[in-house]
């Protein structure tokens, strides 16, 4: 059986890395919105022409996601609390993961908008 100490250092890393993939500490760094919006280049198809429009985008509209952005942080950080708590709670644990992987979703939706948005705009439909 997997002790607690276990089970809470793992989860510990994996909110952890799952925040650093997609949360902007201090400012918004191009290749992280790269990386959660369209993936690494080992797997990339789309044209790298293509690629720099959509990373661009994004960036124009740094403004748009920010709070997006924010709100990661601040679940991830959240998180990252509820997880280390003594007395540890899991129901707030939990919650506070579920809060995370909500926000998590919620950038994406912006960040699809954002590419769908100039995706639109160059291709004139």
């Known amino acids: 059986m997997i002790g607690w100490k276990t089970m809470t250092l793992a989860v510990v890393l994996a909110v952890s890395l799952l925040g650093n993939a997609v949360a902007v500490g201090a400012g918004l760094r191009v290749w992280q919105m ?28 740094e403004a748009e996601m920010r709070p997006a952005l924010v709100q990661v942080q601040t679940a991830r950080r959240d998180a990252v609390e509820a997880v280390l708590a003594r007395p540890y709670d899991a ?3 939990s919650a506070a993961l579920d809060a995370l ?4 979703g919620e950038l994406m939706r912006e960040g ?11 291709h004139g439909h």
Request: hydrophobic share 50%; charged share 25%.
């Open 34 to 61: 790269r990386q959660a919006f369209l993936g690494d280049t080992a797997t990339m198809t789309l044209p790298r022409v293509e690629r720099r429009a959509l990373v661009q985008a994004l960036v124009r509209h």
């Open 91 to 93: 129901t707030k644990a």
């Open 101 to 104: 992987r909500g926000a998590l």
């Open 112 to 122: 699809q908008m954002v590419v769908l948005a100039d995706l639109d705009a160059r």
